[in-house]
């Protein structure tokens, strides 16, 4: 579906969709994923009058985007400042406090606008201290690798836990096709594992309406479920590096995340395989261990519970109270896909499958399959029921 499209159901939410649940409308003023996206982010400032800008990068993605983003700030004769996100002791950047408070400091009265310019994390900094700053801020993407560029929630870890804080979406998003083209594969990997894992936590969040009453809205459903059929329908051309893909690819991330900023949560998009992939996360930072990709690990956490959630309701453990709500368990679990197609998918785009080639020992996986769902125990997913109720 077109992000336009997805844009006018979203701000349209109340004539088109008949749950009682409160509609968040789209505040992003414009997105743009094609080539030379950065020509509209120019004409975009030059709009919105903006003199001081502040850049906020690290290494990497200043070298791959920020400094070409540069230059169309200084043929627009604007005033800016870059701040570079320095790593973690063992080389990792990572949204933390010691991250935020570097942020924090480089953000003056006098600038107007901050340039969130990186992937999920440095947009996690950035979302964070605009919301805390009041200052506004502008996503520019240097790969298609996660949902989060355009959602309300920012995931920092806070003393070695991970916690969502609520904060603001980005007044517009500028993606250029070419710098998307020209990311890591394994960052392109994990933006289809973060898309791939809305099989689970479609399901999850189903399983929790059915079983705990729990809010749910078909449109963010349609929404999710559309983008996710579009992304996979495209995966062999986002595997050639194709630039219609990585097209198909982005706005899928990008709709993900619309149907989340309008629900006001991350039900849509998020459930027992990024509860996992949260905990594997934290036991790294606790180990001073590197960390991996966002993508890769729900991707693998989604084909592992896809597995998993079959099996433990064969064996009765994911059965309703209420024999009447049998058959619609059933479906939930029948319409996940066969693990070996989504294990293909992985494997096509040369991401991992399996917890061990994340670094994934035997021991951490066990207690992760018992304990993460009580970083959000609030959520009713079956990774939950399983533990809970057995």
């Avoid at 920020?66 to 990572?94: H, W």
């Amino acid at each position: 579906m077109d992000t336009e499209k997805v844009i006018e159901l979203v701000n349209h939410a109340g004539q088109s969709c008949s749950c009682s649940h409160e509609h968040h409308p789209v505040t992003i003023e414009q997105i743009t994923v094609k080539q030379n996206a950065y020509e509209q982010l120019s004409s975009f400032l030059t709009e919105k009058k903006y003199k001081n800008l502040l850049l906020i990068a690290d290494k990497k993605t200043f070298a791959a985007t920020g400094k070409k983003v540069v230059t169309y700030l200084e043929e627009l004769a604007l005033s800016y400042r870059i701040c570079l996100i320095e790593p973690n002791e063992i080389g990792d950047v990572v949204a933390d406090e010691q991250a935020i408070v570097q942020a924090l400091l480089e953000i003056h009265n006098e600038v107007d606008c901050l340039l969130a310019v990186g992937s999920g994390t440095l947009h996690d900094i950035t979302r964070f201290c605009g919301a805390k700053t009041g200052k506004p801020f502008i996503s520019i993407p240097t790969a298609a690798s996660v949902d989060g560029f355009t959602s309300l929630g920012a995931p920092l870890i806070i003393k070695g836990v991970k916690k969502t804080f609520p904060t603001a979406s980005p007044i517009a998003l500028f993606a250029d096709i070419e710098v998307l083209a020209a990311a890591p594969k394994t960052m392109t990997a994990a933006g289809v594992g973060d898309m791939m894992a809305k099989f689970t936590s479609l399901a999850d969040w189903e399983f929790g309406h059915l079983m705990q009453g729990e809010p749910y809205c078909p449109l963010a459903v349609e929404i999710t479920k559309n983008a996710l059929d579009d992304c996979m329908l495209a995966v062999d051309k986002i595997a050639r590096e194709e630039e219609e893909g990585l097209e198909i690819l982005m706005n899928a991330l990008i709709q993900s995340g619309l149907a989340m900023l309008m629900f006001g949560q991350s039900h849509p998009a998020s459930g027992g395989e990024h509860h996992l992939s949260h905990y594997w996360e934290m036991e790294f930072l606790q180990k001073n261990r590197r960390q991996v990709l966002h993508g890769a690990k729900v991707g693998v956490s989604t084909i592992l519970l896809t597995t998993l959630y079959s099996s433990w309701y064969q064996e009765g453990k994911l059965l309703p109270s209420d024999p009447g709500l049998t058959n619609e368990v059933q479906n939930i679990i029948e319409a996940l896909p066969h693990v070996t197609d989504l294990t293909g998918i992985m494997e096509q785009l040369g991401g991992p499958t399996v917890p061990e080639q994340l670094g994934i020992e035997a021991d951490l996986l066990e207690r992760s399959l018992k304990e993460a769902y009580l970083l959000r125990d609030q959520r009713f997913t079956m990774l939950k029921s399983y533990n809970v109720d057995h």
